[in-house]
Each structure stands twice: as C-alpha cells, then as structure tokens.
C-alpha cells in the first residue's frame, strides 16, 4: 500500500475535509482543501454523514463500519477514515503489529494497539471508487493562479531597487575577470597597482549598502500595503463569513504575511538575478577556458541540487506549525478576552492547563522544525566551506602544472567562487520559500475564501417589509422562521419580544442582511438585502448587546460612528441619561478615556455611553437590543424617553414592561410555534 500523503489542517474545525482530501488523493483525484471545504460550508465541522455526501459527488461509494475490536479491521481495506477520540477523524494507512495513522493535526503518527484502542472511538469508513470515478491532476500553476486572485501581493519593485540588483550582479561578474587581470599583470611586469583593486572593493561595499537599504524598504512598503490589503478586505466581510475562523487563527494568518512579503521582495528577485548570473558567467567561462569550466559548473550545481533535498520535510514541518501556532493563539486570545469570567468563576488554573498543553504542542513542533532548519543550514555552509577548500586546491595545482596560465587559472578560481555564490544564495531563497510557503497558502486559503462585497445602497426611508421569510441555520433541524410576513411603516417604533433562543437577534441580521442563507424576501427602505448592501453606518443604527467601547477616548469612540456631532448636544444628552458624574473630572467630556470595553466604568455606564450615538446621529433605522437591561427603572425611562423622540423607524429587543406598552406594533417570536403580531 502507498504511503498516504499528508494534508495538514488550516483551523481546528476542517479535519473531515482533510481526511476526504487525503483519501481522495491516495486515488489519484488530486483536491485542496479548500475545494472541498466548499462543497458543505459548516462551522461545527463536518459529521460520518457529511463525509459520505461529499465522497459521492466525486464517485467514492463510503461505507460506515461500527468496529469494537481490531479483528474488525481484517475485513475492510485502507485506507480508512478513523472517528478519533470522540471529537475528531484521522485517515487509517495500515494496520499490522504497529499502526500508522494520519492525523490532520500533527501528520503520521506511528502507535501500538494499546494506545490505538485507547483514542479509536469505534467507526471507520471505508471508500470504493464507483465506475464514474476520474482521476485529476492538478496544474502545478494553480498557487500562482491563487496568489493572482487574491490581488494582495504587487511585484512593481521600483527602479533603483531593480538597477542596484543588476549592478551589484555586473561587479560579481567582473570581480573574476579583474582579479585574474590583475594575477596576468602581476606576473608579467613584476609591478601592480592597487588603487583599480581597492577601487572595485569601495564600489562594491557602497552598492551592497545601498541595495540592503532597498531591500528593506521594498519589504516595508509590500507589508504596509498588503496587510492594509488583508485587513480591508476581512473588516468588509458579515459576520457569518469570519464565524468559522477564530480571531487567534486570522491574526495568526495576518501577522504570517511579513515572511511572505520579505520572500516576495528579497528572496524572489535573488532568484532571479542569481539564475541570470550563474548563466552569464557560466557562457563566460566555457568561452574562455572550455571543457574544464564545465566540470566546475556541474559540480557547483550538483551542490545546489543536492542542498535541495530539505526542502519537502521543511514544508511539511512549517505546515505542523502554523497549524500549532495557530490553535495556541487561538487559546491565548480566548483566554485574555474572557479572563473576567475565567477568573470569577475559579477555572484560572485549569484553562492555564490548556495554555500550557497548547503552547507545549507548539513548541514540540517548531522545534522539530528548527533543527531541520539548522540542518539545512548547517548543509550549505559545510558545502561553501568544502567547494571553497576544493577549488583552493585545484587552483593550487593548476598553477603548479601550468604557471604560464595563471591568468585563466585565477579566473577559474574566482569565477567558481562566484558560481557557487548564485547557487547557494538560490538555495537558501528556496529554504526560506519551503519555511514561508504553508503560511503563504494558509493566508491566501483565507483571503480567497471571503465572499466579495456588494455596493452598498442609500436607503430611501425606514420602511421595513418582509414577505414569506424562511430561515434556518445549516446545524439546525427545524426553520426558526416560516412565512414570516410583516411591514414597518416609516417612523413607527416596533416591539421584537420572545423568550431565549426564538430569533430575536436573527431576525434583526435578516433585516440588515447579515444573513443571506434564506427563502423569501426582505426589503429594507426599497432596498433587497439578499442582493445589495445597506449603509450600517449613515442610515442605520444597531445598540447591540453586549455593545462594544474601544480603547481610547469618548470621541475617538463616537467618531468611528458620526462624521460630525456638536459638543453641547453631547453633554445635554449625557446628562439626561445620567451620565454627569463622569463630567466632574474632566474639562472636556469628549477626552473622557476608555479602556478597552469600558473596563473602568460599571455595566450601567457603558450601556449608556454606547446609546449615546444613537441620540446623535440622523439614521432612517435604528435598532435597540436590549437598551435598558443593566440599568435601574429611574435610567431605563429617561432612555425609554428619549428614544420616542427618535425620529426614525425604531426596532427594539425588549421584555420592559414600558416599551411594550406604549409601542405601535409588538412581534411576539415563538420559536417553532410561530409568531405573532399585535397592534397597540
């Protein structure tokens, strides 16, 4: 049986696609992961049954086994498809004295049957490929095909970055034919001058300082603008879309773009010089000296080739880390944006537990990964050091053998030094390609994966109609909605009530167009959600719950929501909400500091510094969930107050008892009993 070929995982949740990728492979229909991935978009992760569904789209015939010993085995071929310690799938590759298994997490791993028995959770799913199955290739282009659509990375390097390469790679070319000038004048007139000599040397330090300043600029530039790229291209894309990545996973991705662009900017046109190079002064030297030179330029290139047998366990090992780094970050972060409640409920220590276990997988990881690295290292400069020794002697015995040459015998000597220049410095551009590369397709994976925006749209009014919606998540069995028909009319002030879990806040998404997944129609002041965007920033305003403070000042809060407001409105509308005693401090309210979520202001406070834009601003829509939850009844109905006095359409998630009474319309959400409309 072949040896199944690794597909390592982009985030925790995508294991079954990688399991089917694995198989899939092993039969000769090369697939990605993101190709599969496609087919079933689930943010819990893929079931037995889904496996089985995508497998017969490509004409595998699966079957599910329940298996309660090994003798179960006997009778089904691998490769297999392993449920693996109750929350995760692995691809069996053998079954003998000991077993080898793929895991998506960490590769193969080699166990014995005791430590098998011990993780296998009892259903594997055998494949057999029906009389439609095709094998596929895939086009060795397709990255450079994805690295194109992703239209992040620019190769416009400037020109006096270009024209420094081209001369610091003219003065590697001639500093052979100089110096062996330089021995032929030598020997013949008894008598040099080292002025031309010492000239070449000053010339070339300048370029090479220049050019590293180039180098770095080109990199810093790139990442500006690539990671703005990234960023932008994230921030525009609806919830629903990032929910499947963890904010630790996407960071990890973003802050991986650094060694893709210094690959891009440094290590790509190093290849590309040092090829133009290497056959320059290869023709050089078989016009010159002939057949000898030859010899030189395959020996200098077998260095280079055998030096390239690190690459494809480097790409391997660099895959195994990003994924580690990548869960470990996604623990970090869950652990600094919920220590709060980590800490007030006691689970500081048991959550440090799985930092540690995280960090320590990591490690283990990026260890592996560096030796080899070291290794690979390690290589090259032992073959500098052994052609550097090599061509030493030959020369030496050249000049011995032949002294009336030694003109051409430096030349030989300096010009190999040269060659295996561009060789190693090829080379070692592929290594760090190997180490960049399983970061460059985790992050292009991501960015191609996000749907494109559509223009946003002005809306006309307030005006809110929604006929025969139906709406259900892909995890859930039953629709939250069916045929919900309801219209808003401009200005009027709508009750969304119902117990947990009816569709209070679904609904709200439906009606911004967060959700697009549904059957029906929503038309949002003349405007189709499923087709084009609303402004959620100049006609519509959403108070979610919990609302969100950045870290800063009031104003700097404010500003990212209202091109322009008046400072004397702001204080007279804190005032009215009870907010003055935070204006006793401070001279000038709008300076008023922030930290991040409003830690240093009670619950009540920051629900009320968050209502304040929605007092402010001029919107068609505005959308309360939950405005007066953390607040005392004397709060709650000066905020009741004032948001009557809204002129907009007004929608609000509540069960106060004020609201409900005093509202036009109340939608009654009952969850799979329907829902109801109620007019006051």
């Not at 390592?8 to 696609?17: A, E, L, M, T």
């Amino acid at each position: 049986m072949r040896k199944i070929k690794e597909e390592i995982q982009f985030q925790q949740n995508d294991c079954g696609p990688c399991c089917l990728s694995m198989i899939l492979n092993y039969y000769d229909y090369q697939i990605t992961v993101p190709e599969l991935s496609s087919q079933l978009s689930k943010k819990n992760g893929w079931s037995m049954l889904d496996l089985k569904t995508v497998a017969a789209k490509y004409y595998l015939q699966s079957n599910v086994f329940k298996i309660t010993d090994l003798k179960g085995f006997d009778k089904l071929q691998c490769p297999l498809v392993l449920f693996w310690e109750s929350s995760h799938f692995v691809v069996l590759e053998s079954i003998s004295e000991n077993i080898v298994i793929v895991d998506p997490s960490i590769g193969h791993v080699k166990l014995n049957r005791n430590e098998f028995n011990q993780k296998f959770s009892g259903f594997a799913m055998s494949f057999v490929k029906n009389e439609h199955f095709q094998k596929r290739k895939l086009s060795k282009l397709r990255y450079v095909k994805e690295f194109n659509k992703a239209e992040v990375w620019s190769l416009n390097f400037s020109k006096k970055y270009l024209l420094l390469l081209l001369i610091y790679n003219m003065l590697l070319f001639l500093a052979p034919v100089v110096i062996s000038l330089f021995i032929s004048d030598l020997q013949k007139s008894k008598a040099y001058n080292l002025i031309w000599l010492a000239l070449l040397l000053f010339v070339v330090a300048i370029v090479v300082f220049l050019l590293e300043r180039e180098k770095a600029s080109a990199v810093l530039k790139l990442e500006r603008d690539s990671t703005y790229k990234i960023y932008q291209k994230i921030m525009f894309q609806k919830d629903s879309t990032l929910s499947k990545y963890h904010s630790g996973d996407i960071l990890t991705r973003i802050f991986s773009n650094s060694e893709i662009c210094r690959f891009i900017s440094i290590d790509l046109p190093n290849i590309v010089s040092s090829v133009i190079l290497f056959t320059t002064v290869s023709l050089y030297l078989v016009y010159r000296i002939g057949h000898l030179s030859i010899f030189l330029i395959f020996f200098v290139l077998s260095i280079g080739i055998l030096n390239g047998i690190f690459v494809k366990p480097l790409i391997g090992l660099s895959k195994k880390e990003g994924y580690k780094l990548s869960d470990f970050r996604s623990v970090s972060n869950d652990g600094i944006t919920s220590h709060g409640y980590l800490f007030n409920s006691g689970a500081i220590k048991n959550y440090l537990n799985k930092f540690l276990n995280s960090l320590s997988s990591y490690i283990q990881f990026s260890d592996e990964k560096n030796k080899f690295e070291a290794l690979a290292t390690t290589a090259q400069q032992a073959s500098n050091l052994f052609f550097s020794m090599l061509i030493s002697l030959l020369g030496l015995s050249l000049v011995i053998l032949f002294p009336k040459s030694s003109g051409n015998v430096s030349l030989l000597m300096s010009s190999g030094m040269i060659l295996v220049t561009p060789v190693m410095s090829v080379v070692s551009s592929i290594v760090n390609f190997a180490v960049s590369y399983p970061s460059f397709i985790r992050l292009v994976e991501l960015i191609n994966s996000l749907e494109h925006v559509s223009d946003e749209q002005i809306m006309e009014n307030g005006e809110i109609e929604i006929s025969n919606l139906s709406f259900k998540y892909p995890e859930m069995k039953y629709n939250i909605f069916h045929n919900f028909t309801v219209k808003i009319s401009q200005g009027e002030q709508v009750i969304i009530t119902g117990a947990s879990g009816t569709g209070k806040t679904t609904l709200i998404n439906l009606i911004l167009g967060l959700e697009e997944e549904y059957e029906g129609e929503v038309i949002v002041g003349g405007v189709n959600t499923k087709l084009s965007n609303l402004d959620l920033r100049k006609d519509v305003c959403y108070i979610s719950q919990p609302s969100k403070l950045f870290k800063g000042t009031l104003k700097e809060n404010l500003e990212l929501y209202l091109d322009s407001y008046h400072y004397d409105e702001l204080v007279k509308l804190s005032d009215k909400i009870g907010l003055s005693e935070l204006m006793n401090d401070i001279s000038n309210f709008e300076n008023i500091l922030l930290l991040e979520d409003g830690r240093n202001f009670s619950l009540g406070q920051r629900q009320r510094l968050t209502l304040l834009r929605a007092f402010l601003g001029k919107y068609k829509l505005v959308i309360f969930d939950e405005p007066t939850s953390n607040l005392d009844f004397s709060h709650a109905k000066q905020i009741f107050s004032l948001i009557e006095k809204i002129d907009a359409t007004k929608i609000i998630i509540t069960h106060d008892k004020q609201f409900l009474d005093s509202s036009q319309t109340i939608i009654d959400l009952g969850g799979q009993n329907g829902y109801k409309i109620m007019q006051n």
